[in-house]
């Protein structure tokens, strides 16, 4: 039978993957890592036994979190991603040469490491001269004074549960508009509709108060148990509908998944959200 590895949700769901060998294990002080070959999607990585991504299927995940707002939003000289220690979204980020300084946010710095090193198809732009990599705990350093104003922000964090659960709060949303220009653009990971309804419903409505506006889109992920995945796109001034076809046109010459008619079609809203949301 071989190995294999199951993650399994509340005892009642699980998604497994058949594993060859594992690359890579150790503790963090805030989590354990892995990274495994699987058979079906090669490398890939877990995070406290919960699959994070592969490099089958990480596109589906890190090009809807990334090219959403940064084909919407009036100027993306800097951006800000949150997590994203594996380096997928800085990667699409930094496809766009309009970008002139990219922060990347990571509290672990041991994701980040064994990712540079054990995941390189996935993190192609860490040497790239316009990022920032910095090891802090994003909720304390957005607080922090004299941050500058960012044209676009991520959250490519994990679920909300240990060092990720600060990312789904109200407070720490307040304190990303603060250091986001009116027009800005943030976009978070906000869980999967299926088995985290209430954490995504919860999301929406807290970054609908926070910016005013918020609209939840869907795709598929393959990794995630569920299948499939949201995120929300915040902003005061900017709709993620204006797409700027020049820059979907160029993104669209190395996308795997993203197009503009993806973009426009993956912000429907199934029927049980929006009765839920009201809308």
């Known amino acids: 039978m071989g190995l294999w590895f199951d993650e399994i949700y509340d005892d009642m769901m699980r998604f497994g993957l058949r594993v060859e060998e594992t690359l890579y294990s150790a503790t963090s002080p805030f989590q354990k890592i892995d990274i495994v070959k699987t058979t079906k999607h090669g490398r890939a990585l877990l995070l406290d036994e919960l699959w994070m991504t592969s490099e089958g299927d990480e596109f589906y995940y890190h090009e809807m979190i990334a090219h959403p707002a940064m084909t919407t ?9 949150i997590g994203g220690g594996d380096g997928g979204t800085i990667r699409e980020v930094l496809s766009y040469p309009e970008v002139k300084e990219c922060v990347l946010v990571e509290i672990d710095g041991l994701v980040v490491d064994a990712c540079r090193k054990w995941l390189p ?3 192609t732009a860490w040497e790239d001269p316009r ?11 957005v607080k922090a004074p004299d941050r500058g104003k960012f044209d676009v922000i991520l959250v490519d964090g994990s679920d909300p549960v240990g060092p990720a659960e600060g990312l789904f709060g109200t407070p720490f949303y307040e304190a990303c508009r603060s250091i986001l220009h009116p027009h800005g653009v943030l976009v978070t990971q906000s869980e ?3 088995i985290y309804r209430e954490t995504h419903l919860m999301a929406v ?3 609908e108060e926070v910016f005013g506006n918020a609209w939840p889109y869907y795709s598929v992920v393959p990794i ?3 299948g499939e995945w949201s995120w929300t796109y915040a902003s005061a ?6 797409i700027i076809e020049s820059r979907a046109t160029r993104a669209e010459d190395h996308t795997r998944l993203y197009n503009s008619a993806y973009h426009r079609g993956a912000f429907a809203i199934p029927n049980r959200i929006k009765k839920e949301l009201g809308r």
Not at 73 to 81: N, Y
């Open 205 to 207: 409505r807290r970054l």
């Open 73 to 81: 939003a009036p100027q993306i000289e800097r951006v800000l991603v």
């Open 131 to 141: 990022l920032t990599v910095v090891i802090e705990d994003a909720i304390a350093w």
């Open 237 to 242: 001034q900017t709709s993620p509908f204006d």
């Open 192 to 194: 999967s509709p299926v």
């Open 224 to 226: 995630y148990n569920g």
């Open 121 to 123: 198809a996935i993190g």
